[in-house]
């Protein structure tokens, strides 16, 4: 598995489908202009950390249970079938809910830490990718959260760049037609963790038979 990849095609369903964020995003830059949306953007950086490392730790604590490790990646696949489900369900966005002025940061901040999908995301999904990375190297788990957060934070920033003057484009059959393609690498990549979800557990069944 390319861990960089893996993190490349999350970081980018993570960032053009819509979501409180990314309707946040827009809206703001529509009012407020890009900075306001960058603003926004950048919250990820400030509010996964501590959702990220509570996750590192609570999978490092079963970094060594095959079994465990098995369960968690089947219920990380379960999670990615359902968000490429949702994805598929993808509508045009709407940014005529009202938007208080300024705070943009804190707000994005408040709409980030109200989100289910970041825990949802980085206890069965993202940490244990990022200790198979680290299983291999440091450098392949950086690249992992690297790529990702480039691609979430960079992908919204563009977002908000093009808002103003392609604000038509968030609603056209193209946007959605690209997002819902999402939703088929997102059952693909589902496969593959279910995969070695799978190995991890007939691994632990014939060590424990053998050990009989």
């Known amino acids: 598995m390319s861990f960089i990849l893996a993190g490349l095609m999350l970081g980018f369903y993570a960032g053009f489908v819509p979501g409180p964020t990314l309707t946040l995003v827009l809206s703001e830059t529509l009012r ?39 369960l968690i990646s089947l219920l990380g696949a379960g999670v990615l079938l359902w968000m490429g489900y949702e994805t598929l369900r993808t509508e045009a966005l709407d940014l005529t809910k009202p ?82 393609s999402l939703g088929v690498l997102l059952w693909l990549f589902a496969v593959l963790m279910a995969w070695e979800g799978w190995y991890l557990l007939e691994l632990n069944g014939q060590l424990y038979f053998s050990s009989l």
Request: glycine fraction near 8%.
């Open 99 to 180: 938007a208080k002025a300024g705070a943009s940061l804190k707000k994005g901040m408040i709409a980030n830490w109200l989100n289910p999908h970041p825990y949802l995301f980085w206890l069965p999904v993202g940490a244990p990718l990022v200790y198979r990375a680290a299983h291999y190297s440091w450098w392949a788990a950086l690249g992992f959260l690297v790529a990702f957060y480039t691609l979430l934070v960079g992908s919204k920033m563009v977002l908000a760049l093009i808002t103003g003057r392609f604000r038509h484009f968030l609603s056209s059959s193209l946007y959605l037609y690209m997002i819902r």
């Open 32 to 70: 407020h202009g890009t900075r306001a949306g960058f603003q926004i953007a950048l919250s990820p950086l400030i509010t996964d950390i501590p959702i990220v490392v509570v996750a590192l730790l609570l999978v490092g604590q079963l970094s060594k249970m095959d079994f465990a490790l098995g």
